[in-house]
């Protein structure tokens, strides 16, 4: 399945498990995204390979930097007539609180769009969204 393929059958079926499995690092963390109405909420399960502090437990702030900065780009994805990932220009990540050893969630919103410049906020929770564990901007380079 190409690229357009893959992306138009993700828009059609609303099943984002085979994008992701194309992804090696989503596949690697365990990324998942749920498509509810026109909102995107993507998911990172509890695993013991995603910690970095054993002791506490606490997800790795890579794991989570990464998560985020994927999910920025596929929600951009999905939001664009082209199949190709966005690039990255800029990444600023804000930790707010420990991200402990528990399915952790992330929600996307578009909040500038340019001919070839996109900025998407992102905001990583787990028991409440009224309690981020970090939030994020993100800016990308679209591909005309």
Partial sequence: MTDSELLQYTR????FSRMLSSIPYADFIGL??????DDLIFRL???E????N???PAIHGGVIG?????SAAIYLMM?????RMPRIVDFSLDYLRAGLNRETYAECHLTRQGNRVANVMVTAWQK???QPIATARAHFLIEG
Avoid at 49 to 52: F, K, V, Y
Avoid at 79 to 83: A, F, M, Y
């Fill in 49 to 52: 390979q995603n910690l970095g």
């Fill in 66 to 70: 990464g998560f985020m900065e994927l």
């Fill in 12 to 15: 059609d079926t609303g099943d």
């Fill in 54 to 56: 054993p002791i506490l």
């Fill in 79 to 83: 939001s664009q007539e082209t199949p």
């Fill in 45 to 47: 399960p509890k695993k």
């Fill in 32 to 37: 998942e995204c749920d498509r509810f109405g």
């Fill in 128 to 130: 409440s969204r009224a």
